[in-house]
């Protein structure tokens, strides 16, 4: 059985692991360089995987943003830390001297989940709700990458058309409401300027009417993604993952708000199993088929 060394790049932290059998056998994780600068994310990378490269087949990369032709690009740069147009498949193929693919983090997580599910199922797919929205579908048992690496960012579908101005540009895109990002931004004006989402889910539970409507509009705006996504690609099921997704309650209140539409836009909605190591895991898998 080979040995992948799987990546997963996100906004706060990469991770490194090696991967044998499904099984991860070392991990390893770093802060994500703040810097702007192409080079601060090389050398980070640099350090990570080198010692690990030497154990391993293959690496597989599940990265934040958009994967066009092995080049890091985003539809909403602030969730990269501003960092753009990075040639992520060459950097790393050059640190390691090893066969790399890379997708996106959404749709590694999307695979594992698809691959871990106890009933047989043809279209899913996964949304992860944390710092930003994201999703990744399987569509006639296949999972759907896009010709450029976009398919999945449903993130920026369009919620409210007098909602906030998204980092991608766009006005009321669903992850400038539902994200974790979005609910700490709601939460300034009631809990202060350092605010965030984990501060206004505190007050959630304490029973904060705020932090209820805001944590609701949220759940609202992701219950209609997975209506507008069910009624597009006739799903069978939607995975729902992130921080905010698996937080206390939260898919409670989305089922809540679906359970008001007609059955044609509610499909069967189930909790991710994988937790922080969907990415790695994933893409692993994936990496079974697609390096040779």
Same mark, same amino acid.
């Given at each position: ?19 044998? *059998?499904?099984v ?12 702007? $600068? ?16 030497? $154990?391993? *087949? ?33 950097v ?12 996106n ?50 993130g920026?579908? #369009? ?45 959630? #539970? ?9 944590? *609701? ?11 507008? #996504?069910?009624?597009?690609? *006739? ?53 079974e088929?697609?390096?040779?």
């Open positions: 059985m080979k040995t992948c060394l799987a990546v997963d790049i996100g906004g706060t932290k990469i991770a490194a692991a090696l991967v044998k *059998d499904n991860i056998v070392t991990r390893v994780q770093i802060s994500t360089p703040t810097s702007k $600068e192409a080079s601060a994310l090389t050398v980070a990378l640099t350090d990570l995987l080198t010692p690990l490269a030497l $154990e391993a *087949d293959h690496v597989a990369v599940a990265s934040t943003g958009i994967i066009n032709h092995g080049v890091l690009t985003a539809l909403n740069p602030d969730n990269l830390g501003g960092l753009n147009h990075f040639p992520l498949h060459q790393i193929s050059e640190i390691t001297q090893l066969p790399v693919v890379v997708i983090d959404a749709q590694a997580a999307a695979w594992f989940e698809y691959k871990a599910l106890n009933q047989a199922v043809s279209d899913m797919a996964f949304i992860t709700v944390s710092t930003g929205v994201g999703a990744g579908f399987v569509q006639k048992e296949i999972l759907n990458t896009g010709t450029r690496g976009i398919a999945g960012h449903a920026h579908m #369009l919620a409210d058309p007098n909602g906030p101005v998204c980092g991608c540009g766009r006005k009321g895109c669903v992850e400038s409401i539902a994200s974790g990002t979005a609910i700490g931004v709601a939460g300034q004006p009631f809990f202060g300027t350092d605010c965030d989402g984990e501060i206004v889910y505190q007050h959630l #539970l304490t029973g904060d009417k705020n932090a209820i409507a805001i944590v *609701d509009r949220s759940a609202s705006t992701i219950a209609n993604l997975i209506a507008d #996504l069910t009624i597009s690609l *006739d799903l069978d099921v939607v995975v729902l993952g992130g921080s905010v997704g698996l937080a206390s309650g939260y898919l409670v209140r989305v089922k809540t708000y679906l359970e008001r539409l007609p059955n044609v836009y509610v499909p069967d909605v189930i909790a991710a199993s994988s937790g922080a190591d969907a990415g790695l895991l994933g893409v692993a898998l994936w990496a088929q697609s390096v040779k």
